[in-house]
């Protein structure tokens, strides 16, 4: 499930969600179906993208078990009215199946920001719903052809 959650970002392995809903608001996304070698190797400090004009930050990374962003969305020149952080971590489980955990936490930095975020939230609750069965789907699919018989797997790479 690890090199999904490395690789995601706009311009990289997208967010495996509703894609349409992301491009009415420009995000030019296009969800990968496979794990791209180039995309695994995220450091702190590191940019990741939600839309071609906006990215968060590698807050922190413990691969292959956690992913953290940070960051905030400014409008037009007033800085982000809150602060943002997005988690992702990845829990083994005994029987050598794993889970995925998502998390967003945002502190309010002006009075008005739940005004703004709130909204917001709806939306990405949904979102973060499609994309946690997005991730699972291809995980899923990428230890199917793992488990193959070594012809189906050739081919289905």
């Known amino acids: ?37 180039e995309w695994q190797d995220l450091r702190v400090g590191d940019p990741v993208s939600l839309h071609p004009d906006m990215a ?17 969305v400014p409008i037009d020149a007033i800085p982000p009215p809150y602060d943002f952080t997005w988690a992702f971590v990845v829990r083994e489980r005994p029987d050598g ?13 002006r009075w008005w920001a739940p005004i703004l975020v709130e909204p917001v939230e709806i939306v990405s609750s949904v979102m973060h719903q499609k994309m946690l069965r997005g991730i699972r789907d291809r995980a899923e699919r990428a230890a199917a052809y793992d ?8 081919t289905a790479a």
């Not at 968060?56 to 905030?72: D, F, K, Q, T």
């Not at 199946?97 to 930095?109: A, D, G, H, I, K």
């Not at 488990?147 to 050739?154: E, I, M, N, R, S």
């Open 56 to 72: 968060l930050r590698v807050a922190a990374i413990e691969a292959p078990r956690s992913l953290v962003l940070h960051g905030g």
């Open 97 to 109: 199946s794993s889970r995925l955990l998502v998390r967003e936490r945002w502190t309010y930095t």
């Open 147 to 154: 488990l193959a018989p070594d012809g189906w797997a050739a």
């Open 1 to 37: 499930m690890w090199p999904w959650v490395a690789q995601i970002g706009q311009g990289r392995g997208w967010f495996y969600s509703y894609a349409a809903l992301e491009n009415l608001v420009g995000c030019d996304i296009r969800s990968a179906d496979r794990v791209v070698p």
